[in-house]
């Protein structure tokens, strides 16, 4: 019944080692999220997807990078993670905007260790 | 830009009270909407409850209702008949008519008393 997957639940890298976190969904919706949430902060947006197109957040660093193969899968690529990368990674989805008739669908979240 | 404010960090609730959490936002369009969302302990966030700002009257689910007061830019959320299951963060969250994005608060987190 899950309609939005993150997979790994947790993950765990190394310092400056690339990492890849992956969200699939089952709703055929064409928006995609990245969500960065840190301990006990709200979730900040990194990027999204609008179909293929990619639209990156001003100040999301560029150590960040996302994929969107297909309208399933969506992949967050951290090149050189720090320590301060380290947090809860949430995945969304909607089939337009987010408005009255809409809603986002979150996935569990992947939760990032760097050691 | 849009701020969305949380002003209690945490707020504690008895079993089968009523607890008011409140959220103030600023902004300088006209038309937005607003959200509160829950997260439970295993993370995921679940939609509780959306209000359209041209829309007078307040929205309700169930046991949770909002006052919105477009003037004052005020959204808080009200749980009646708090249950055990309600204990999570809380965040309000803001998105532009035309936007895909959401702003979220720094959350409250709730936690219910047997």
């Known amino acids: 019944d899950a309609m939005v997957i993150q997979n790994p639940r947790y993950q765990v890298t190394q310092f400056g080692k690339p990492v890849t976190l992956s969200c699939s969904q089952t709703l055929n919706h064409n928006v995609m999220y990245w969500y960065q949430q840190k301990s006990s902060q709200a979730p900040k947006l990194l990027f999204h997807?609008?179909?293929?197109?990619?639209?990156n957040e001003a100040d999301t660093p560029d150590n960040f990078q996302s994929r969107r193969p297909n309208t399933s899968f969506c992949f967050l690529d951290i090149r050189s993670p720090g320590l301060g990368d380290a947090a809860m990674y949430l995945c969304?989805?909607?089939?337009?905007?987010?408005?009255?008739?809409?809603?986002?669908?979150f996935g569990s979240g992947t939760q990032l260790s760097v050691l | 830009a849009q701020t969305v404010t949380q002003s209690q960090p945490e707020m504690s609730v008895q079993e089968a009270e009523t607890v008011t959490l409140s959220c103030t936002y600023d902004t300088s369009e006209s038309d937005y909407y607003l959200f509160w969302y829950k997260q439970p302990p295993s993370r995921q966030m679940i939609l509780v409850i959306r209000?359209?700002?041209?829309?007078?009257q307040n929205a309700t689910e169930n046991r949770f209702s909002v006052n919105f007061q477009k003037a004052a830019k005020s959204f808080s959320l009200k749980i009646s008949d708090s249950q055990l299951g309600d204990a999570a963060m809380y965040f309000c969250?803001?998105?532009?008519?035309?936007?895909?994005?959401?702003?979220f608060g720094a959350g409250t987190t709730v936690t219910v008393r047997a």
């Open positions: 969250a803001f998105s532009r008519s035309n936007d895909y994005k959401l702003s």
């Open positions: 209000q359209e700002a041209y829309k007078q």
């Open positions: 997807y609008y179909d293929k197109d990619f639209n």
């Open positions: 969304a989805t909607s089939r337009t905007g987010v408005d009255a008739t809409e809603k986002l669908f």
